[in-house]
């Protein structure tokens, strides 16, 4: 099998894609990067239309030796009747600039888009096993990769699915959408403490030796629906190309005109498949970092000091509420000399000290291709309310977030090309607060301040929210953040009974 990927910590740990979606991280702790970008180009150009087909495209280039008639089928059973828009996305015009709005699927946030995919690769890659194994993945969730995942990986044989989540730290409809969720080869559970604790938590299962010893007696793999897997990445390739592709047809862009995205950004994942996308030679202008008041990824693209030593905060954009962006770790490796060691020794630093600084030539690198800036919750309510007003369409606060960057941004003239902001959830995932942004303070709870807002703007409710608070509860394990790696144990007891 071809290794078409290495470790961003050493270019000497090489493998194909299967076996990374299989593994999740490198075995010295790395993440799994495409190795070049030599025989991944498209031509925007000569790009098809459809979604499915650009999807095609774009996937072809890293599905290791997949034939081309069973990544339609994946396609096909990803995508078909599963996501309420015109072509899985959908673009919508906001004043001189666009909305991409990536959340019609099965739960409403655009970690869909991924997680319908991933477990067919997981499938892929277990069946390509001399000896196949079950799959146990371990998700930690800020809150939307959970019920995302929970939905992508419901009742599929040969593997079970754990989600941990930040007790209090999401939104309420995140947190019921996970508590009663079907299937049963999937549990969820809360965590005390923030996403941060939540995901070395996770990332601490992966390190445990003993844990490893009983998985490997019992013949189960560790995997993860978390963006450090390289399967998560790589189908949110695709509505970059989309999204260009579609204004191309419509004659906003000339040829090989740049087109700039505002991503809002919490583990940089979504913001680094744009960055794939112009590795691949589609022609990106900037990819705004949008940041909410964690700006930790402010700080670092303005001085390159990535500081972590401060206190998460929380905010009305809580999939955002991240202080350690894992995806960045691959940015760093892609515009680093492979070898030079610089990147081991940031993780290093960051783990030991909290902290590291990059060298101003990389920094430089970097600001060429980054803008960035960051949205407190007023200045994101105030957003929603003003773009309302102007358009008629609502934001969700994490949208906003994206929108008001960008305006930031064009103020200060640093932005000048169209620009395609990236809507990464339905405002109705946060009722409550999208309520008062538009109408004032807001007594109601967040099921009434749902059909408040529907009934007052006229935007119906996306089928995957509906009749969500008469559901029952399926799920109320709650632990410390130490105590995970028993509860791992104990539910690796209970799979090898099944
Ligand atoms: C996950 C999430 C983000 C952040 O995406 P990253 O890939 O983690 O940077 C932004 N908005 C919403 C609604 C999300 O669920």
Redesign the pocket.
Known sequence: MKKSLRSTRSSQIQTDFWSAVQNGIAEDGGLYIPKDWQNKQLNVETLPDSYLQIAHAVLSCFTDELDPQTLTSFLHQAYDGRFEAEDVVALKPLGSDYLLELYHGPTA???DIALSLLPLFLNEAAARQENPAQTLILTAT????GKAALEGFKDRSGCELLVFYPDQRVSEIQQRQMLTSEGKNVGVCAVRGDFDDAQSAVKRCFADPQLSAELQAHHIRLSSAN?INIGRLVPQIVYYFWAYRKLRRQGVLKNGQHLNFSV????????LAGYYAKQMGLPVGKLIVASNANNILTEFFTTGRYDCQRKLVKTT?P??DILISSNLERLLAHESAPDDGSVSLYMEQLKQNGWYQIEPSLLAKLQRQFACGDCLDDQAAETIHQVYAQTAQIL?P?TAVGVHVLRQLRQKGEVQDPCVILA??SCYKFSRDVHEALFGHCDLDEWSAMEQLSARTGLPIPTALQGLREKSIRHTDKIEKDAIVDYVRQKVQVMKHD
């Open positions: 946030a655009f970690k800020s809150g939307d990769t963006s809002p950004t919490g583990n940089f994942g979504d913001i954009s999939s955002m969700d994490h990464t959830a």
